[in-house]
C-alpha cells in the first residue's frame, strides 16, 4: 500500500557513506564500541538464542551485539546520541536486556544495539519477545539492514522493518525498503502495511520475520501484518532479499521528522525491555 511518510530513519547515499567512515571512526575510539567488521565476509550464522542472562548492569553479550554510536539520525533531525553505556543498554538481572532513551543537561542519549559483524543471517526465523516504549516522540523499532551495507549502500542492501512503533502502540508500521531507480521503494515510503492494533506498549509480545527466497513474513504473536513477494514492488524496483544476508537493529530514536519532539506528556527514560532474541536458519 502507498505509505504517507518518508523513510524518515535512512541515510541518503551520500550522506550515508559519510556516516559510515565516522561510525567506524567514533566505535574505533570508544573503549567499548563496536569492532571492526572482519575483512572478509562473515559466514552464515546457526541458531542463535539470546535469553540475557547475566547479571544486573552487565552489557549484552559480545558474543551476539554491537553497538552503532553517534548520530545515524541527525539527517532526518532525530535528536538522540547513541552510546555504549549501560546506562543505556545493560542487562537487568532478570534475564532482560534493557535499551533506554534518556535525557541527558544537553539532550538526550539511546542505544542502538546491532548484530552486524556478529551474527550473520540469510533465511529462517528472526524473532523477540519485546515490549515496547510509547510516548510523544518515542520511535522504537525492531529491524535488520543488509551486511553489504557498507559496500553497496542504503537502499540496494535492503531494509526489513519487523516494527516500528511512532509515538503510539496502537499503529503498527512493518516495510521492506530497498532499490528502485535512484531511490528506496514508492519514494522513500518503502513497501509494507500499516494499520491500528491493540495497544502493543502494554505488555511484552512476540516480534517476527519469517523471511525465505521471494518470500518475507512478518508479524506479531500469532498473526500475520504483512507479507510480500517480488511482486508486492512498485515497477522498476529491484527485490533484494535473495542471497543477501543481513544483521538485526534493536534502539530506541528521539524525535525526528516522523516522531516530532518530545513534549511535558513524554516520560523518561523510554525502555525496551528484550526477554530473548532468536534466530532460526
Not at 542505544?111 to 533465511?123: F, H, I, P, S
Not at 559496500?151 to 503510539?168: A, F, H, K, R, Y
Not at 515510503?189 to 502494554?202: K, R
Not at 525491555?273 to 532468536?278: A, E, H, Y
Request: with cysteine; aromatic share 10%.
Amino acid at each position: 500500500m502507498t505509505r504517507r511518510r518518508r523513510s524518515l530513519r535512512r541515510w541518503p547515499s551520500s550522506l550515508l557513506r559519510l556516516s559510515v567512515v565516522a561510525l567506524c571512526l567514533a566505535a574505533c575510539s570508544s573503549s567499548t564500541g563496536a569492532a571492526p567488521l572482519p575483512a572478509d565476509p562473515l559466514p552464515l550464522s546457526g541458531a542463535v538464542v539470546d535469553e540475557f542472562d547475566g547479571p544486573a548492569g552487565a552489557p549484552p553479550s559480545s558474543k551476539y551485539w554491537t553497538y552503532d554510536l553517534g548520530h545515524p539520525g541527525a539527517a532526518h533531525k532525530e535528536l538522540q546520541t547513541y552510546v555504549d553505556s549501560t546506562d543505556n543498554i545493560h542487562l537487568d538481572g532478570q534475564g532482560h536486556l534493557v535499551i533506554q532513551a534518556r535525557t541527558t543537561s544537553n539532550g538526550y542519549t539511546s542505544g542502538r544495539l546491532v548484530t552486524r559483524g556478529k551474527v550473520n543471517m540469510q533465511y529462517g526465523t528472526i524473532a523477540a519477545r519485546i515490549k515496547f516504549p510509547t510516548g510523544q516522540g518515542i520511535w522504537p523499532a525492531f529491524w535488520m539492514l543488509g551486511s553489504n551495507m557498507e559496500t553497496v549502500s542504503w537502499p540496494q542492501c535492503g531494509e526489513i522493518d519487523i516494527m516500528e512503533l511512532v509515538n503510539s502502540g496502537s499503529t503498527y508500521y512493518v516495510t521492506l525498503h530497498g532499490p528502485q531507480g535512484d531511490s528506496d521503494y514508492l519514494d522513500g515510503n518503502g513497501v509494507g502495511a500499516e494499520g491500528q492494533i491493540a495497544d502493543l506498549t502494554t505488555d511484552f509480545h512476540t516480534y517476527w520475520v519469517n523471511w525465505q527466497p521471494d518470500t518475507i513474513t512478518i508479524g506479531v504473536d500469532g498473526s500475520t501484518l504483512g507479507h510480500f513477494t517480488p511482486s508486492s514492488l512498485p515497477p522498476g524496483a529491484q527485490w533484494v532479499f535473495n542471497n543477501n544476508p543481513m544483521y538485526a537493529l534493536l534502539n530506541v530514536a528521539v524525535g525526528g521528522d516522523w516522531a516530532g519532539p518530545p513534549d511535558e506528556s513524554t516520560r523518561f527514560p523510554a525502555t525496551i525491555l528484550v526477554d530473548w532474541f532468536r534466530y532460526t536458519p
